[in-house]
Protein backbone atom coordinates (compact mmCIF):
# COMPACT_ATOMS: atom_id res chain seq x y z
CA UNK A 1 0.00 0.00 0.00
CA UNK A 2 1.56 3.35 -1.06
CA UNK A 3 0.63 6.72 -1.78
CA UNK A 4 0.95 6.57 -5.44
CA UNK A 5 -1.42 3.83 -6.95
CA UNK A 6 -4.47 6.08 -6.01
CA UNK A 7 -7.30 5.67 -8.24
CA UNK A 8 -8.68 8.42 -9.95
CA UNK A 9 -12.04 8.56 -7.89
CA UNK A 10 -9.96 8.28 -5.04
CA UNK A 11 -7.75 11.06 -5.53
CA UNK A 12 -10.13 13.60 -7.20
CA UNK A 13 -11.05 16.40 -4.75
CA UNK A 14 -14.77 15.13 -4.11
CA UNK A 15 -14.24 11.75 -2.61
CA UNK A 16 -12.15 12.94 0.79
CA UNK A 17 -15.65 15.01 1.35
CA UNK A 18 -17.79 12.62 0.30
CA UNK A 19 -15.95 10.06 2.74
CA UNK A 20 -16.31 12.95 5.51
CA UNK A 21 -19.99 13.27 4.82
CA UNK A 22 -20.72 9.14 5.39
CA UNK A 23 -18.30 9.01 8.65
CA UNK A 24 -20.43 12.64 9.79
CA UNK A 25 -23.21 10.85 9.47
CA UNK A 26 -22.23 7.47 10.87
CA UNK A 27 -20.99 9.89 14.00
CA UNK A 28 -24.53 11.57 14.15
CA UNK A 29 -25.91 7.90 14.10
CA UNK A 30 -23.71 6.88 16.86
CA UNK A 31 -23.94 10.30 19.11
CA UNK A 32 -28.09 9.26 18.88
CA UNK A 33 -27.72 6.02 19.63
CA UNK A 34 -25.71 5.84 22.74
CA UNK A 35 -27.77 8.93 23.62
CA UNK A 36 -30.51 6.89 23.41
CA UNK A 37 -29.25 3.45 24.74
CA UNK A 38 -26.63 4.98 27.75
CA UNK A 39 -26.11 0.71 28.16
CA UNK A 40 -23.96 0.59 25.19
CA UNK A 41 -21.55 2.43 26.28
CA UNK A 42 -21.58 2.38 29.97
CA UNK A 43 -21.21 -1.91 29.05
CA UNK A 44 -17.75 -1.20 28.35
CA UNK A 45 -18.45 -3.48 24.55
CA UNK A 46 -17.51 -0.64 22.45
CA UNK A 47 -14.81 0.65 24.16
CA UNK A 48 -13.23 -2.94 23.66
CA UNK A 49 -13.71 -3.25 20.33
CA UNK A 50 -12.71 -0.06 20.08
CA UNK A 51 -8.98 -0.73 21.84
CA UNK A 52 -8.38 -3.77 20.65
CA UNK A 53 -8.91 -2.78 16.84
CA UNK A 54 -6.52 0.10 17.30
CA UNK A 55 -4.22 -2.43 19.18
CA UNK A 56 -4.12 -4.51 16.29
CA UNK A 57 -4.16 -1.85 13.67
CA UNK A 58 -1.28 -0.27 15.35
CA UNK A 59 0.33 -3.81 15.40
CA UNK A 60 -0.04 -4.34 11.81
CA UNK A 61 0.63 -0.88 10.75
CA UNK A 62 4.27 -1.50 12.92
CA UNK A 63 4.76 -4.73 11.41
CA UNK A 64 3.53 -3.15 7.35
CA UNK A 65 6.11 -0.27 7.90
CA UNK A 66 8.89 -2.47 9.20
CA UNK A 67 8.33 -4.97 5.63
CA UNK A 68 9.09 -1.56 4.07
CA UNK A 69 12.61 -0.76 5.38
CA UNK A 70 15.70 -2.32 4.21
CA UNK A 71 16.41 -4.30 7.97
CA UNK A 72 17.00 -7.64 7.97
CA UNK A 73 13.53 -10.11 8.85
CA UNK A 74 15.72 -10.81 12.06
CA UNK A 75 15.99 -6.87 12.44
CA UNK A 76 12.55 -6.25 11.26
CA UNK A 77 11.26 -8.89 14.66
CA UNK A 78 13.18 -6.97 16.93
CA UNK A 79 12.28 -4.13 16.74
CA UNK A 80 8.66 -4.99 15.86
CA UNK A 81 9.09 -7.09 19.75
CA UNK A 82 10.90 -3.80 21.32
CA UNK A 83 7.88 -1.66 20.10
CA UNK A 84 4.82 -3.92 20.46
CA UNK A 85 6.08 -5.79 23.83
CA UNK A 86 6.01 -2.46 25.81
CA UNK A 87 3.05 -0.83 24.30
CA UNK A 88 0.92 -3.93 24.93
CA UNK A 89 2.22 -4.47 28.91
CA UNK A 90 1.15 -1.02 29.50
CA UNK A 91 -2.41 -1.55 28.03
CA UNK A 92 -2.84 -4.39 29.55
CA UNK A 93 -1.93 -2.79 32.71
CA UNK A 94 -4.06 0.44 32.26
CA UNK A 95 -6.78 -1.80 31.64
CA UNK A 96 -6.41 -3.81 34.46
CA UNK A 97 -6.22 -0.68 36.63
CA UNK A 98 -9.09 0.77 35.32
CA UNK A 99 -11.61 -2.38 35.46
CA UNK A 100 -10.64 -3.05 38.97
CA UNK A 101 -11.36 0.85 39.99
CA UNK A 102 -7.67 1.98 40.59
CA UNK A 103 -8.47 5.39 39.02
CA UNK A 104 -11.45 5.98 41.01
CA UNK A 105 -11.43 9.79 42.46
CA UNK A 106 -12.48 8.84 46.38
CA UNK A 107 -9.74 6.38 46.64
CA UNK A 108 -6.98 8.44 48.90
CA UNK A 109 -3.72 8.98 46.67
CA UNK A 110 -1.18 11.28 47.27
CA UNK A 111 -0.26 10.77 43.48
CA UNK A 112 -2.75 11.97 41.14
CA UNK A 113 -3.24 8.67 39.16
CA UNK A 114 -4.46 9.35 35.98
CA UNK A 115 -2.81 12.53 35.40
CA UNK A 116 0.39 10.23 35.84
CA UNK A 117 -1.35 7.75 33.70
CA UNK A 118 -1.32 10.36 30.95
CA UNK A 119 2.04 11.90 31.28
CA UNK A 120 3.96 9.04 32.23
CA UNK A 121 3.60 6.87 28.54
CA UNK A 122 4.43 10.17 27.00
CA UNK A 123 7.29 11.25 28.96
CA UNK A 124 8.83 7.50 28.09
CA UNK A 125 7.90 6.89 24.80
CA UNK A 126 8.40 9.76 23.17
CA UNK A 127 11.74 10.62 23.37
CA UNK A 128 12.92 6.80 22.31
CA UNK A 129 10.12 6.85 19.47
CA UNK A 130 11.45 10.04 18.28
CA UNK A 131 15.37 9.94 18.54
CA UNK A 132 15.32 6.09 17.05
CA UNK A 133 17.23 5.90 13.79
CA UNK A 134 15.49 2.33 13.31
CA UNK A 135 11.89 4.20 14.17
CA UNK A 136 13.17 7.38 11.62
CA UNK A 137 13.84 4.47 8.68
CA UNK A 138 10.48 3.27 9.29
CA UNK A 139 8.73 6.02 8.94
CA UNK A 140 10.92 7.11 6.05
CA UNK A 141 9.62 4.14 4.08
CA UNK A 142 6.10 3.89 5.36
CA UNK A 143 3.14 6.00 3.84
CA UNK A 144 2.70 9.58 5.85
CA UNK A 145 -1.36 8.87 5.26
CA UNK A 146 -1.37 5.82 7.54
CA UNK A 147 -0.71 7.91 10.41
CA UNK A 148 -3.35 10.76 9.70
CA UNK A 149 -6.08 8.39 8.75
CA UNK A 150 -5.69 5.83 11.63
CA UNK A 151 -7.08 8.57 14.42
CA UNK A 152 -10.29 8.30 12.47
CA UNK A 153 -11.42 6.57 15.85
CA UNK A 154 -11.39 9.71 17.41
CA UNK A 155 -14.76 10.64 16.75
CA UNK A 156 -15.71 7.85 18.90
CA UNK A 157 -14.54 10.86 21.91
CA UNK A 158 -18.39 11.75 20.71
CA UNK A 159 -19.37 9.27 23.55
CA UNK A 160 -18.81 12.69 25.81
CA UNK A 161 -20.65 14.73 23.93
CA UNK A 162 -23.97 12.02 24.28
CA UNK A 163 -22.81 11.67 28.28
CA UNK A 164 -23.28 15.98 28.54
CA UNK A 165 -26.80 15.80 26.42
CA UNK A 166 -27.94 13.08 28.99
CA UNK A 167 -26.93 14.99 31.99
CA UNK A 168 -24.24 12.59 33.27
CA UNK A 169 -21.04 14.83 31.81
CA UNK A 170 -19.67 17.83 33.43
CA UNK A 171 -20.18 20.71 30.11
CA UNK A 172 -17.18 22.45 31.04
CA UNK A 173 -15.22 19.45 29.91
CA UNK A 174 -17.88 17.08 27.45
CA UNK A 175 -18.31 20.01 25.39
CA UNK A 176 -14.26 20.98 24.68
CA UNK A 177 -13.06 17.63 24.55
CA UNK A 178 -15.60 15.59 22.60
CA UNK A 179 -16.08 18.47 20.05
CA UNK A 180 -12.36 18.54 19.18
CA UNK A 181 -12.11 14.66 19.45
CA UNK A 182 -15.32 15.15 16.81
CA UNK A 183 -13.08 17.35 14.39
CA UNK A 184 -10.03 15.69 14.86
CA UNK A 185 -11.58 12.45 13.74
CA UNK A 186 -13.38 13.62 11.08
CA UNK A 187 -10.51 15.99 9.40
CA UNK A 188 -8.25 12.93 9.63
CA UNK A 189 -9.24 11.72 6.45
CA UNK A 190 -9.39 14.73 4.02
CA UNK A 191 -5.94 15.53 5.57
CA UNK A 192 -4.68 12.26 4.90
CA UNK A 193 -5.68 12.54 1.31
CA UNK A 194 -3.76 15.88 1.28
CA UNK A 195 -0.66 14.26 2.34
CA UNK A 196 -0.96 11.09 0.29
CA UNK A 197 -1.15 13.66 -2.92
CA UNK A 198 3.07 13.91 -2.08
CA UNK A 199 2.80 17.75 -2.65
CA UNK A 200 3.98 20.72 -0.02
CA UNK A 201 0.76 21.82 0.71
CA UNK A 202 -0.52 18.18 1.44
CA UNK A 203 2.12 17.82 4.06
CA UNK A 204 1.59 21.60 5.76
CA UNK A 205 -2.60 20.35 5.75
CA UNK A 206 -1.49 16.90 7.61
CA UNK A 207 0.82 18.83 10.12
CA UNK A 208 -2.33 21.11 10.94
CA UNK A 209 -4.02 18.91 11.42
CA UNK A 210 -1.33 16.87 14.01
CA UNK A 211 -1.46 20.47 15.61
CA UNK A 212 -5.10 20.52 15.97
CA UNK A 213 -4.94 17.26 17.17
CA UNK A 214 -2.65 17.86 20.10
CA UNK A 215 -4.41 21.24 20.59
CA UNK A 216 -7.96 18.96 21.37
CA UNK A 217 -5.43 17.34 23.91
CA UNK A 218 -4.60 19.91 25.57
CA UNK A 219 -7.54 21.24 26.41
CA UNK A 220 -9.19 18.36 27.30
CA UNK A 221 -6.66 17.67 29.63
CA UNK A 222 -6.54 20.99 31.39
CA UNK A 223 -10.48 20.44 31.45
CA UNK A 224 -10.22 17.29 33.06
CA UNK A 225 -7.97 18.37 35.61
CA UNK A 226 -9.70 21.40 36.78
CA UNK A 227 -13.57 19.58 36.72
CA UNK A 228 -12.36 16.94 38.57
CA UNK A 229 -11.92 15.79 42.19
CA UNK A 230 -8.41 16.32 43.10
CA UNK A 231 -5.88 18.48 44.43
CA UNK A 232 -5.95 20.00 41.35
CA UNK A 233 -9.51 20.84 41.10
CA UNK A 234 -10.36 24.40 40.49
CA UNK A 235 -13.84 24.38 39.21
CA UNK A 236 -16.99 21.86 40.91
CA UNK A 237 -19.43 20.64 38.19
CA UNK A 238 -23.10 19.67 38.69
CA UNK A 239 -22.51 16.45 36.88
CA UNK A 240 -19.37 14.27 36.96
CA UNK A 241 -15.85 14.85 34.95
CA UNK A 242 -13.51 12.32 32.94
CA UNK A 243 -11.33 11.94 35.89
CA UNK A 244 -13.74 10.52 38.18
CA UNK A 245 -12.23 7.57 36.96
CA UNK A 246 -15.00 5.12 36.32
CA UNK A 247 -14.75 2.13 34.27
CA UNK A 248 -15.15 2.03 30.72
CA UNK A 249 -14.75 6.06 30.58
CA UNK A 250 -11.66 6.64 32.30
CA UNK A 251 -9.85 4.31 29.10
CA UNK A 252 -10.22 7.51 27.57
CA UNK A 253 -7.86 9.68 29.13
CA UNK A 254 -5.61 6.82 30.57
CA UNK A 255 -5.11 4.57 27.40
CA UNK A 256 -6.25 7.19 24.39
CA UNK A 257 -4.78 10.24 25.26
CA UNK A 258 -1.41 8.87 25.54
CA UNK A 259 -1.51 6.78 22.76
CA UNK A 260 -2.81 9.41 20.55
CA UNK A 261 -0.18 11.99 21.38
CA UNK A 262 2.78 9.29 20.78
CA UNK A 263 0.72 8.28 16.80
CA UNK A 264 0.83 12.49 16.47
CA UNK A 265 4.82 12.60 17.56
CA UNK A 266 5.32 10.17 15.21
CA UNK A 267 3.03 11.82 12.46
CA UNK A 268 5.32 14.92 13.07
CA UNK A 269 8.81 13.30 12.98
CA UNK A 270 7.81 11.85 9.40
CA UNK A 271 6.34 14.56 7.98
CA UNK A 272 9.35 17.03 8.86
CA UNK A 273 11.60 14.63 8.01
CA UNK A 274 10.04 14.38 4.33
CA UNK A 275 9.99 18.19 4.36
CA UNK A 276 13.71 18.22 4.57
CA UNK A 277 14.26 15.42 1.65
Given at each position: ????P?????A?PR???????????????????I??????????V??????????L???????????????????????????MI??T??F???W????????????????P?????I???????????????????V?????A?W?V??????????????A???????G??????????VLT??????????????????????IA????????F???????????????????????????????????????V????????????????????
Amino acid sequence: MTATPLSIDIASPRSPWRSVLWLVLGTAIWIALIYRLPIIPTSGVPTTTHQLSVHLVVALGAWLGLSRTDLSSSERRTLWLALMIPYTLWFALVWSASINGVFHADLPSRVPLLPLAIFLPVAIGAPLLLRSSRVGRVLDAMPASWLVALQVYRVFGSFALAAWLRGAMAGAFALPAGVGDVLTGLLALPAAFAVAAGTAQGRKTAIAWNVLGLVDFAVAITMGMITSPGPLQLIVPSAPSIGAGVYPDVLTPALVVPSSILLHALSLRQLLRRSKG
